[in-house]
């Protein structure tokens, strides 16, 4: 089928918005390409440095500087459930590496927060932050010159987008991602929101609580709510960074380790001097960047990647704004209903059919970009598979033509909604986005008074005092990157979800973040420009009746014109989210973000380049290094 018009014409406005930028970048990667990885670059003593602590073979090798060398950037730690398992992965890589007649070196490690164990807590105002702090290690990583290909080890929320940035600014060099996979199922999701929702209301207490989060998260792997994590890999998937089908295989299993190995492998394959050269670079483009949203959009992921992909694609050279993700959802439907739009976790998603299923419907729909450059070569398709176990080695195979459960998986022409169910708002108080994918049809148009909170810990003390029990808007502010760092307001999901199901009309609406864990309550989050940027949530008193029409995407706060004009905003006192938990380390960052719809990112884009006109794609890849490996690869 062809393509939806729609997004081709998305496509087109962000190639036309992007192209001085996307020329910029696509020659600077030319340029370092020619002048090179290659460890030839390096004095005698620089590589001798390089390699001093290396087996003799793979020293000689290195020192031959014919064979291949990968990078191995690991987000391992053993606190983070998602990423203990990579404790044994760069061994693994190694071995396949040196199978195939490389090498692999582990070039760096980078930081891995977990917003689980931050969440309403001051660290979690480093967490966004982290995500460009990962960028750099990245690039610390990578700065050796000594690699030609490089794996990324990584799952959640913003170390896989901190990775990829990173990568993307070595995008001469090829890069294949490796995820760990989920955890084994646990509690069941509507039980674990409904001991959440009882604590919140006092009438069970922190014993219970704390027995159905540990029955939740049980074990090794990514939590298996369909939050940014697991948005993360899905757009990974679709992206064509990972090999097909490798997201959601479990921890610590034959079939894991075995997708890790075809990994490095393939990292060898794509290499400069291996048969198919792909550098990262090639891979994220427009078309590939397009492919994310409207995988984030068809399965109902996480709103942090309104800000993610936005950096992602900066990093590229590529500019996109949240007029394309409203754009594209118009038109996107709703494939998927994994918790928090659904009951089932990302186990029985992957189970009904997972992501192979997903973009094989989407393609067949004329709602992907089939002609873009994976791991894998030219062309999506191949990735309309899954793979398994035989003789110890992975074989792919087509993806189930059948979802095995319709209550999760459904095919395009029968979705759970015509539309991916993300919004943009826009008024007098901004700029946001809400997701409404969970949010039944009755509380998508929430009129009310509002009330100005400056803190989650605020809400949260008026709620536990009885003083919330009514119809309202909670107007969290002050929440933006500048103010504090944009934290989760997870805290308060569990209140207004209580609210909600006494029968209350409410809805949240805040400069900060609400995540892939938002739920059924409308939020407008993100608002842009943030209070400490001069937003005009700023202006917003307690009393002001808020009009949020997630229908309408109307987000206005009901004041006479003239009244609004006269409002300040109020001085607040910041200085407490300044020091502490090693905030004051992150001064730089809070000074010099941008705005949350420009990525809330530290880094610019590269400054333009104006090229003559035969000039504007000066680095196609060769069509005798971009053949795909299918026949190899994919058992038809």
């Not at 983070?80 to 007649?101: M, N, W």
């Not at 594209?328 to 192979?356: C, E, K, M, Q, W």
């Not at 209580?498 to 029968?503: E, F, H, I, Y």
Request: glycine share 8%.
């Amino acid at each position: 089928m062809s393509l939806h018009p729609k997004i081709s014409a998305v496509t087109t406005r962000i190639i036309d918005r992007s192209r001085p930028f996307r020329v910029a970048y696509l020659t600077r990667l030319e340029t370092a390409r020619h002048q090179g990885v290659h460890r030839t670059a390096l004095a005698c003593t620089n590589l001798a440095h390089g390699f001093a602590a290396f087996p003799a073979n793979d020293k000689l090798l290195l020192k031959q500087q014919k064979s291949p060398s990968v990078a191995i950037v690991s987000a391992y730690n053993d606190m983070l459930s998602a990423h203990q398992p990579f404790e044994r992965f760069p061994q693994v890589i190694k071995d396949a590496v040196r199978a195939a007649g490389a090498v692999a070196q582990f070039a760096g490690g980078v930081p891995a927060m977990c917003d689980g164990v931050t969440q309403g807590q001051p660290g979690m105002e480093l967490s966004l932050f982290s995500r460009d702090t990962i960028a750099m290690a990245t690039a610390i990583a990578l700065s050796h010159n000594m690699f030609d290909a490089a794996v990324y080890l990584g799952v959640c929320d913003k170390i896989v987008p901190g990775l990829l940035i990173g990568a993307l600014h070595f995008g001469h060099l090829p890069a294949v991602f490796i995820p760990a996979g989920p955890m084994t199922s646990g509690m069941s999701n509507p039980e674990k929101a409904r001991i959440r929702q009882l604590y919140a209301q006092g009438k069970v207490g922190r014993e219970a609580l704390l027995e159905a989060e540990a029955q939740s998260y049980h074990g090794a792997g990514t939590c298996t709510f369909y939050g940014t994590a697991n948005s993360n890999q899905m757009l990974m998937e679709v992206m064509g960074l990972h090999l097909p089908g490798a997201a959601f295989i479990t921890p610590n299993t034959p079939l894991r380790d075995a997708l890790t190995a075809a990994a490095a492998r393939r990292a060898v394959e794509i290499s400069a001097q291996g048969k198919s050269y792909i550098p990262v670079g090639h891979v994220v483009d427009e078309k590939s960047i397009v492919n994310a949203v409207i995988a984030l959009l068809a399965t109902g992921g996480s709103t942090n990647h309104t800000l993610h992909l936005v950096a992602i694609a900066k990093a590229a050279g590529i500019v996109i704004d949240w007029d394309d993700f409203d754009a594209l959802s118009a038109v996107v439907p709703l494939v998927a209903r994994i918790y928090p739009n659904g009951d089932a976790d990302v186990n029985h998603f992957h189970a009904a059919g997972g992501t192979g299923f997903v973009i094989r419907e989407l393609l067949d729909a004329g709602l992907l970009h089939d002609d873009v450059t994976t791991v894998l070569g030219k062309g999506l398709r191949t990735h309309c598979t899954e793979p398994f176990l035989e003789a110890q080695s992975v074989v792919w195979r087509p993806a189930p033509k059948v979802s095995g459960d319709s209550n999760v998986l459904r095919p395009a022409a029968e979705p759970f909604s015509a539309d991916g169910g993300m919004r943009l708002l826009s008024g007098n108080l901004g700029r946001a986005v809400v997701k409404v994918s969970a949010v039944k049809q009755q509380h998508r148009i929430v009129e009310a008074p509002a009330i100005v909170f400056d803190s989650q810990e605020a809400f949260m003390l008026a709620y536990k005092a009885g003083k919330l029990d009514r119809d309202f808007v909670a107007v969290v502010r002050l929440q933006g990157p500048r103010a504090n760092g944009m934290p989760e307001l997870h805290a308060l999901t569990p209140a207004l979800g209580s609210l909600q199901d006494a029968g209350r009309h409410v809805a949240l609406v805040t400069d900060g973040r609400m995540s892939g864990a938002s739920g059924k309550v409308p939020a407008a989050i993100h608002v842009s420009p943030e209070v400490l940027a001069g937003g005009p949530l700023g202006r917003v008193r307690s009393g002001d009746i808020i009009r949020l029409d997630a229908q309408a995407g109307v987000l206005q706060a009901l004041v006479p014109d003239a009244q609004w004009a006269t409002r300040t905003i109020e001085a607040s006192d910041l200085s407490a989210n300044q020091v502490g938990m090693g905030r004051e380390l992150f001064a730089m960052f809070r000074s010099s973000v941008s705005a949350a719809e420009e990525g809330a990112a530290t880094f610019a884009l590269p400054p333009p380049l104006h090229l003559p006109e035969e000039s504007d794609n000066p680095l196609a890849v060769p069509e005798d290094q971009s053949s795909s490996d299918e026949d190899t690869l994919i058992q038809k």
